[in-house]
């Protein structure tokens, strides 16, 4: 069987174009495979477009517009899920125009498919309180109790993202003081966090007691499962639930959904209530953009506005909750007259 040309472009694409050319990551990379494995299935079970005769040609803007609509209304994708879906298709078909120049009038349709307005969630945090509780439930007994307790102090002290923490190796860190550890973010942007004392202490012990500190095994994960395997996303997010539902139990005011971002947002919003700048907040975090690092800042006005509107409610009322221009009857009837 003969490939077709949108075979070829888009192998060469995933396999070439972004991994050499735009240096993206294999997260990244997995993403946008991803996006298009769920477009050739759309085509294949709802156009009935067999994958092998998938051509470039056969590929329309109605056709793409159908498959977000598809996300949408079948699979049920929010409006965030379904943008994400469509950055993909777009570096795709910029891509396209340069490697074939006779679909580019196709493509510059394509590209000019919009993004949907997504309402931004509010931001889910734990209070101090709280957080503190979800910290105490591994206990340093055992040597899984020990390792998740310093997984979960690096989580919250780094502000770090999933990705980021289950990437990291025993090179990343620094004990000397100032202590800090090296994390790689979005883009591969590196960036330094400081460590508390607290947390290098922890470190340092679970290092040592991992035999992690010993000459040679500089590139060894410092977070691995019981295979030697470094820990995955899914194998976090799975001992965030589990230590969070045990502290739930004993502590009520913990929300239902916590995950291993909200633990990122909490410490932001920790900093944040301590006084410290959004410019610091965003560097720590690794935003690109002080605007992203607004959000919690909105937040906390927020919270600052319920605040106050709790304290209103205790104030002593008067005879009439109405304000005095409504009490004036002869001025309420002339403005009701013009």
Not at 78 to 83: D, M
Not at 264 to 284: C, D, F, Q, W, Y
Request: charged share 25%; net charge positive.
């Amino acid at each position: 069987m003969t490939p077709t040309d949108f075979s070829h472009y888009l192998t060469t694409f995933l396999a070439e174009y972004l991994p050499a050319h735009r240096n993206m990551s294999p997260h990244t990379i997995r993403a946008y495979r991803d996006t298009f494995v769920l477009f050739l299935r759309y085509c294949r079970d709802v156009r009935g477009l067999k994958m092998e005769a998938v051509t470039v040609q056969a590929i329309t803007a109605t056709l793409i517009t159908d498959f977000l609509a598809y996300l949408e209304q079948e699979r049920h994708c929010s409006a965030a899920t379904r943008n994400q879906r469509l950055a993909a298709l777009h570096a795709f078909f910029r891509y396209m125009q340069i490697e074939a120049p006779e679909a580019m009038r196709e493509c510059q349709r394509i590209l000019l498919i919009p993004t949907k307005r997504a309402l931004r969630p509010e931001v889910g945090y734990l209070s101090v309180e709280d957080m503190a509780a979800v910290l105490r439930q591994p206990g340093w007994e055992t040597p899984q109790g020990r390792r998740d307790t310093v997984l979960l102090s690096l989580l919250y002290d780094t502000g770090a993202r999933v990705q980021e923490l289950v990437d990291l190796i025993v090179r990343d860190l620094r004990f000397e003081t100032p202590a800090q550890v090296r994390l790689t973010g979005k883009g591969r942007k590196v960036r330094i966090v400081p460590l508390l004392p607290q947390t290098v202490k922890l470190l340092h012990a679970y290092l040592e007691e991992q035999q992690l500190l010993q000459a040679g095994r500089e590139d060894r994960p410092i977070f691995h499962n019981r295979y030697g395997a470094a820990l995955t996303r899914s194998g976090v997010r799975y001992l965030v639930q589990k230590y969070v539902g045990q502290a739930r139990e004993r502590q009520l005011t913990i929300p239902e959904c916590v995950s291993p971002h909200s633990f990122r947002h909490t410490k932001a919003m920790h900093l944040l209530e301590s006084g410290n700048p959004l410019v610091v907040i965003r560097n720590l975090l690794g935003h690109a953009d002080v605007k992203t690092t607004e959000v919690y800042a909105k937040a906390d006005l927020r919270m600052k506005r319920e605040a106050l509107e709790r304290a209103a409610s205790l104030m002593p009322t008067t005879e009439s909750h109405d304000p005095t221009w409504l009490q004036n009857r002869s001025l309420l009837e002339w403005l009701k007259a013009l």
